[in-house]
């Protein structure tokens, strides 16, 4: 259960890329990408919650801090100055 629920946590983002960088490219008309990308939140968000409903709270907010920019950010800094 925790492979299946880290596997939903990561896949969360994805659809949330998907709405920034392929839904405003695609030859649709407004109406369309804009119930594309409703949908696609959607399925990011319920995706997201399932996973928080197999890992639990803690291991949510552990990863979740991990891949904060802030963390990310300063993990390439110190990268950087080595």
Known sequence: MQK???FL???SFLPWVAILFVVPF???DITQKTTLSVVLAVVAEVCFWISV???GKEVVTKYRRYLHPRYLWKKIRNFNRR
């Open 26 to 28: 695609l030859p649709l």
């Open 4 to 6: 299946l629920g880290l």
């Open 53 to 55: 409903a197999l890992l």
């Open 9 to 11: 946590f990561i896949v």
